[in-house]
């Protein structure tokens, strides 16, 4: 059964572009990871320091393997995280 997060991201005062900036490379890295399905980042229209990031996997393993990743450490973890003030996420099964 494949699993949909969908994470709300807000980034601080000033670092609103560079997080734009390090998406692109976040979303080629994980879609060329085996068992993701999909992922796609969106940025509000009326506030450009939220983000919300759309992933499915193909399991609860290819999930776990994403966020082991080295470049989910990277660019995530050691690069977008400190930007941000706020960080949710949410994991959904498909029904």
């Known amino acids: 059964m494949s699993l949909v997060v ?24 994980a879609l060329a990871e085996p ?3 999909a992922f796609r980042v969106v940025r509000s229209l009326r506030d450009r320091a ?14 776990v393997s994403h966020r082991e990743s080295g470049s989910y450490q990277d660019l995530v973890l050691d690069g977008i995280t400190p930007l941000l003030i706020d960080r949710q996420a949410e994991a959904y099964a498909l029904v």
């Not at 939220?50 to 193909?58: G, L």
């Open 6 to 29: 969908i994470a709300d991201w807000l980034a601080d005062a000033g670092a609103e572009q560079r997080v734009a900036d390090l998406l692109p490379a976040v979303t080629e890295a």
């Open 50 to 63: 939220a983000f919300v990031v759309f992933a499915e996997y193909e399991d609860e393993a290819a999930l």
């Open 35 to 37: 068992g993701v399905l």
